[in-house]
């Protein structure tokens, strides 16, 4: 199936491979006259690119989106965008052996099962450059969301045993450090940690937390097309990810109905919850309250200590992976996450618009 | 939007409410020629049956489905097979006041932001009884899967703060006590936990853990309709449920590379690995070992303790949920978790049939 | 994969066989607070039920359907809307004749090509009974479309070879007569022919006409999602219709570019055309003049003359089809064809609400 | 809505404007292992290339297709396939006043009327040049299919009032004449009439017939998505189209069933049909027979004899619409047909892999 496509109304269709011409992406559904230019595409995409950090790949690139369509005069025309990213950094390397055995972590073997077949170099379209085509379209989708008040702002929450210390929460520090922490006192000890593994050719996982607010009450579709289960699935299909959280994720399991209520209250003209465990969701519908998604990212397959694994011959061999790797992919991921949970917001605002009659008179009462 | 639909090939699409005339689904794109009955089907709701337990809702319904199409002969026609389940205990109740104010933690106040309007008698269509009509369809999909050796099978790991003790683990002790736990030794604690908070009024959360068994690798479509995306929209779409993990979850954060990978080996003739920390899943794809999804379900919100709570009138007050309601919902999802596993997985397992020529040319060639 | 299944944002699912249990229909997407009521169905159902004319089977149903659910207190939810017409009579009859062979015209042999099986009795699924729930369905649509002002009228335009007058159009003599047409002129010809032809153990085909009224411009989706592209869908997937025309169709093939061309003109406060040969859709979105979709049907396959087929076991006979058959069907397609159109212009004004910033500020701005 | 994508299994994903920096097309859900290399694509695209007939416009356009992504070592990797083709040919040009006024026969009013807004360069997204795009993703399905042994062939039938005539009909001399045509005896006649409609600054309809042959029985899916009835999407969903048939289309409303219905025969071992009036397609499913489609094509619009109109201040005016347009647009098209109704078929092909039990045990079977 065309697995390449995401979203029912503001929809991405992505395309490329980690050494082939490029990557890129064709948003369809975006809405006509929002304005937009390569400049907020680019501010994104700039967050995740290569090579800027002691601790991600030192892989080259610049990462240059152009438009190639959809705009006009400064706004969306309504019809599809198409960005690309050419790659420029493609190292000639020699990818022979790799083709010929299954990398532990990796989706080598995966690929071969369900392809016969693989783009071997860089891991091809499973390599996790296949997601700055997510940031280009989700830049996009940002745009949309912030038109409307809606905000966005994803963060390292911890890098391997190293969480951050949420009474030292600053939203400024989050893009003035490598890792993109909120709290500056737990960057040293995270830089220390991620420094000694990459010394010891190891790599680490961490996690990355997103909040949305000033998201309007009323959002995601019953029973399946939930906001929540839909931002699952967009944050799960990030490679690397694991597990997924929304508002007191797992701690909800050894709560009581009593503590895990959220109590409604009112000023005497709207609504409001006094507490926040359901993370803003409440039956896979937004109650207004700011949105939490956490993410567990796995550590980085590529390590440079050797490894046991088999090859297609069903030979066992130990092998030594070169080349360029992050020892931690969660700072580069956290735009990543932002993206996904900003895309499927666009998405389920625009199917929440007929919701009721009111809102289709409103639009169309003659 | 149209939220009641899930999947793309092997669909379900599901209706009813809680008090309305029944609850229904039917199913679109199951293959022609499964043998099917109606106790196929019944086998599986009569484990998420309310009325059987301590620990679950006095409601009696006897949940007999009818299968009003699709089956011809005894086998699936390939055409739509349409199943229903008749409400047979509408105790009419007053709802006239549920109707003014919003439950904390119930879908009350997400369901009137977003319609304006709502169906208030036992919560409608946000019920958990929305649930049987996933648990119908989801029997199909586990026929299916079953012709094909695969097999899935959830159980609750944790109620509230007891968890069972994996070396105590028995698949057939999960049906023989009313929490389907597969340890036996943790089953009284559990009671005991949950009697007390019954005493108390109270609720209690948990864990749900469910394996897909003999999936052949290949399965699942990079990069938006990965395996374990599809997973965690399915089962998050689920009520209650706030925290999805595939395999080692959130342990991954704190790993290193080295303690995460998985290796490969190989008996000469096949590949395996020797660890499986993934749960069976390499970038979105079954790599053909044992899948693992772990599911947080949130205290039943339903408590007979009195809460502080705004109605629509914009007052602050104090409210009594009366009616009959489960003190912990776990036991009963476990077959619905397992029910939606079956439905993600059937739908990718046919998804795959088409991505590559060699499978083509075997159904095809003439 | 699921092929019962039509629209995106007004859904419908569908179910049933001839000879089942009865024949239903899931409205999912259909907006809250819409006023619907059986009867609001019911009067579509009853243009289509069969035994109320000397051309049309004598098969009694009384087609009476109810609401399972999605419409409390007089108005839809915003949840699934089932509805279901149980069938009534089920005359037992012989079909292991037909069981073995092929009947010419009808989708036996297709079916058993697809599937290696088919509910045979009565034509199963293919059975023209399946449209029961596209006008259960298309009723909703129509009722939601009224609200908005816009009405959709279809009718018989030709009965083999006797056209109607287009310059005796009444559009209240369509529910006049036997055979819906708008030309009570034309009507004794019409019926003469039939009776002719039902003498003969024959059948006719014909065509149907159907026009959308009060549509707003700018309705429809370049440029696959077009606006003639979706009814072109809708219309061809009721079985028999073998050709669609929107505006002037198959006549602009000899036109030229001036006389095809609708000049636009203003009174100086709207834009307004001076002819429709586009039939109210150019560039696949309305223009706001009237829409025009023409389709031709073809005659009854069943027919009581002997015929040359083949059976399962590659033998040539001569078959005498049995039964209660209509020797046309074009007047109960009728409101078929109205159904499908509601349901596709429905869909695609619900579309269409997120076309532009505008739009989406008018909904959210707070 | 995203109206851009096509397709359920083989997708397509299209993007750009006459006068944007190119068009583009992204093709997800294409099987691993196909053959394939920029050439497959070219020899399609250069069957619409302008410039190359008197009756085709001057526009000089190389149409130079890259494959940006998705092919490896030769052979399709399963993931999604990116071409686009540059705009080299983006002459400047005046087009201010267009920008202020509606061209009959145009999307400019609808455009406008849907998004407040529009790239009026050449018509934009909604010129012919969009078509480049369906012809690109359309040459890989065409492709897939003839691995399979299923070609289709798209020709002129008529241009204006000049039909050919059937008994003369050669498939080798399609690419024989500017026209398409494979009657070598029309086409003077046919040249003649454009000529004169040329000198007079007029334009020309046209009809365009294709033909499916050596498909399989059994591709399409009931009800709605009948492979006739996505036919007739796909096709309709190509500007200028305004009708379609298939097999004896319009003729049916004449016929009786007893001439209509095609009568099966056996040789012994399978089964044919004596005539195929159905063309190829009983109940929504291919019946193993030649699958024949035919559409009807509107005289270009771009006329350059003065046409009344209005602008966007309201005010009625005469224009004159200068530039390079195409007097007809029928020949160009024929490949645009081949291509809707290959990406058609290619995507039902693989839809119906999963309909039924035996083909699911056969690949899956371990």
């Given at each position: 199936m065309a697995g390449s496509i995401f979203g029912n109304m503001f929809t991405i269709s992505t395309w490329g491979e980690s050494h082939g011409k490029g990557i890129g992406v064709v948003v369809d559904g975006c809405p006509a006259g929002l304005e937009l230019n390569e400049t907020d595409i680019q501010i994104c995409l700039n967050r995740r690119r290569p090579g800027q950090s002691p601790f991600a790949t030192p892989r080259q690139e610049a990462d240059e989106v152009e438009i190639l369509s959809g705009v006009f005069e400064g706004k969306t025309t309504g019809t599809p965008i198409s960005l690309v990213v050419f790659?420029?950094?493609?190292?000639?390397?020699?990818?022979?052996?790799?083709?010929?055995?299954?990398?532990?972590?990796?989706?080598?073997?995966?690929?071969?099962?369900?392809?016969?077949?693989?783009?071997?170099?860089?891991?091809?379209?499973?390599?996790?450059?296949?997601?700055?085509?997510?940031?280009?379209?989700?830049?996009?989708?940002?745009?949309?969301?912030?038109?409307?008040?809606?905000?966005?702002?994803?963060?390292?929450?911890?890098?391997?045993?190293?969480?951050?210390d949420m009474n030292q929460f600053d939203v400024n520090e989050i893009s003035k450090n490598f890792l993109n922490m909120p709290d500056s006192t737990s960057v040293q000890a995270a830089e220390d940690y991620l420094a000694q593994l990459k010394e010891d050719g190891n790599s680490s996982g961490g996690i990355i937390d997103c909040v949305v607010k000033n998201i309007p009450a009323g959002i995601g579709e019953p029973v399946f097309e939930k906001l929540d289960a839909n931002l699952a699935k967009a944050v799960m299909s990030i490679g690397s990810v694991k597990g997924i959280e929304i508002g007191d994720g797992f701690k909800v399991a050894t709560k009581t109905g009593l503590e895990n209520n959220d109590a409604y209250y009112s000023d005497g003209e709207k609504i409001y919850k006094k507490t926040n465990h359901a993370g803003g969701i409440v039956g896979g519908i937004s109650d207004g309250s700011d949105i939490f998604i956490r993410a567990a990212i796995k550590p980085t397959p590529s390590i440079s200590t050797p490894q046991q694994t088999a090859n297609k011959s069903f030979e066992n061999i130990e092998i030594n992976i070169e080349g360029r790797h992050d020892p931690i992919i969660v700072p580069r991921a956290v735009v990543v996450v932002e993206s996904m949970v900003a895309l499927t917001v666009a998405d389920m605002v625009l199917m929440n618009m007929s919701s009721k009659m009111e809102n289709i008179l409103k639009l169309y009462n003659r």
């Open positions: 790659n420029k950094d493609q190292r000639s390397h020699d990818y022979s052996q790799i083709a010929s055995y299954y990398r532990p972590g990796h989706a080598d073997y995966t690929y071969d099962s369900k392809y016969s077949f693989r783009d071997y170099r860089g891991s091809g379209r499973a390599s996790g450059r296949e997601t700055t085509a997510r940031v280009a379209g989700g830049a996009i989708a940002k745009k949309l969301l912030e038109t409307l008040g809606i905000t966005i702002t994803a963060y390292t929450y911890a890098i391997g045993p190293i969480t951050i």
